[in-house]
């Protein structure tokens, strides 16, 4: 600018358009009130680019306290200016990581003092909001009985923030805390790093812990499920064999006994040392799908094989792969060579073949709800209600124990879903809801080449379709979905409802029975929202009652 126009009121000219009210009433405001002029703001230069600066101005005043002249100083502090915002932004998304983050964290100085913590860190000791801060480190472990996971108490010198203040770093370390007041219990995984002062000596410590609860009690469970599975398979009963390729890698006693072998003396073989030529025969014409590992498919057939000694027997077997596509399978097999005369007997033991295949059904039923630890014993209930559905709608008494064993599997296909979708504690997003949505298809894929007297597979995939087709996932209607799958349907909603969620308490039964009767002939079938109603409403049937009633 010229001299002649920065003359006047032209001074405010090179203020940024934002900043030239806000300079005007900061320099009338210093005039008025006979006070110093102190302003940041933005200046036009000669190129067109705007810099902060800091303007300051001091009167000079008269002997009668009047305004002659003004000292004023323009200091440049742009790049400092940009500096500091950056750094707020910076601080500003740091702040969000901690507020924010799943796991609880803390810094705690090195004489114990927690200097800072986040909500996640508090709510996990038990604590509203930031509440664990009023506690030292010391205090806040004294409330509690802490072990680690062999059950032996935690000493001092094993606390991770112990260890962190003689500078190592601990990673995952899981703990046992037990409320010395409410014994409530729970577990939580803690890491812990140093934190260097200046001069490298150690002034505190960043703790961060995670509630892994849930992980520690699955793990515990899937060893009791595994130790009950190796009871099973190690049974006197019923001869079992796992194979891969057609050769056998493993088999219980009973199944190398059944055939006059020592274990290890078929482990290797091919099936070919059991198989005779009746047998050989029999099986070109009529294939036991145990012999075909590429099918998924499981069946049970009456055989004549040949034990060790060069004799033969008569053996009632099934078995089928273990999924579509694997190469390993199942074999289990009974001896009836004394039976086989004995019709009657025979067909006891036909019985006990299914119920172990029933064992198995319910082996993977518990296998599915341990990935959805909220959802526990939701595929027993939903197997009940329907087969007492079923029983109302007066269907056959098979049908009506296909009904339970439909729902025992209604949700194999959760298999394929991540675990930390099944169990999110909030909302699922569109990508995620779409995810769980296909477990239908994935469980019409792991069953449909299984043979079962209904089409279970069908059943399975058609369970979260509506009569008005609002459904998933190919959107039938009315009579375009089985019978089974509007029975499925009803009893998954009513116990869905009425049960925990990872994302919400229950609702109860009221507002389940309330949500199937206002879709009655909308999206449920009227027959079966009939049918539910009278079990719950008149008969007084309980979930989880194991199919008492409340009223007879």
């Not at 002062?197 to 899937?222: N, P």
């Not at 939701?378 to 049908?399: C, S, T």
């Not at 124990?401 to 599997?409: E, F, K």
């Not at 009767?517 to 009278?534: F, M, N, Q, T």
């Amino acid at each position: 600018m010229s001299v002649e126009e920065s003359m006047g009121a032209g001074w405010n000219k090179p203020f940024h358009p934002e900043d030239q009210q806000r300079a005007w009433y900061a320099w009338n405001t210093a005039v008025s009130q006979t006070s110093e002029y102190s302003l940041e703001c933005r200046l036009r230069r000669a190129d067109g680019a705007y810099r902060w600066w800091l303007i300051r101005g001091v009167p000079a005043l008269s002997e009668n306290n009047k305004i002659e002249k003004w000292f004023g100083t323009c200091t440049d502090i742009h790049d400092i200016k940009v500096s500091a915002e950056n750094l707020a932004r910076e601080k500003q998304k740091l702040q969000t990581v901690f507020d924010n983050s799943p796991d609880g964290i803390s810094i705690i100085s090195n004489d114990g003092t927690l200097i800072i913590s986040n909500n996640r860190y508090a709510t996990f000791f038990g604590f509203e909001s930031s509440g664990a801060s009023q506690y030292n480190n010391k205090e806040l472990k004294d409330k509690f009985v802490i072990r680690n996971l062999r059950g032996e108490l935690m000493i001092d010198s094993s606390d991770p923030v112990a260890k962190a203040l003689r500078g190592e770093q601990v990673t995952a370390q899981e703990m046992h805390l037990k409320n010395k007041l409410s014994s409530q219990e729970w577990y939580g995984s803690f890491s812990a790093m140093p934190i260097h002062g200046e001069h490298d000596e150690i002034v505190g410590v960043v703790v961060s812990v995670r509630d892994v609860t849930t992980k520690i009690l699955d793990t515990v469970h899937l060893i009791t499920v595994v130790k009950e599975k190796e009871a099973i398979l190690s049974s006197g009963i019923v001869g079992i064999a796992k194979l891969k390729g057609n050769q056998f890698f493993w088999l219980n006693d009973r199944f190398s006994q059944n055939f006059g072998y020592e274990t290890n003396e078929l482990l290797g073989h091919s099936i070919d040392i059991l198989l005779s030529n009746t047998a050989a025969l029999d099986l070109q014409k009529n294939p036991l799908n145990i012999f075909d590992i590429h099918s998924s498919a499981s069946s049970k057939k009456i055989v004549q094989l040949r034990k060790k000694d060069g004799s033969l027997g008569w053996y009632l077997v099934g078995g089928g792969s273990l999924g579509i596509g694997s190469d390993v399978a199942i074999w289990m097999s009974i001896d009836i060579t004394q039976e086989v005369g004995n019709r009657d007997l025979l067909l006891s033991y036909t019985k006990l073949l299914e119920a172990s295949m029933q064992e198995t059904i319910q082996g993977f039923s518990k296998a599915i709800e341990m990935r959805d630890p909220y959802t526990a014993g939701h595929q027993q209930h939903v197997g009940n209600i329907a087969a007492e559905i079923a029983r109302k709608l007066k269907l056959p008494e098979v049908q009506i124990n296909n009904m339970r064993l439909i729902g025992m599997v209604h949700d194999v296909g959760k298999i394929g879903i991540p675990a930390e979708i099944l169990t999110k504690p909030s909302k699922l997003n569109p990508i995620e809801y779409e995810m769980v949505k296909s477990h239908v298809n994935i469980g019409y894929e792991i069953l449909k080449d299984i043979h079962f007297e209904i089409p279970v597979a069908e059943v399975v995939r058609e369970h979260h379709e509506r009569l008005d087709g609002s459904g998933y996932p190919r959107g039938l209607k009315g009579e375009e979905i089985s019978l089974e799958a509007r029975i499925i349907a009803v009893a998954d909603v009513i116990d869905a409802m009425a049960s925990h969620r990872p994302y919400r308490p229950a609702l109860g039964i009221e507002p389940a029975l309330g949500e199937i009767e206002s879709g009655r002939g909308i999206k449920y079938d009227p027959s079966v929202v009939d049918a539910c109603l009278e079990l719950f409403q008149k008969d007084g049937y309980e979930i989880g009652g194991g199919g008492e009633y409340l009223n007879k």
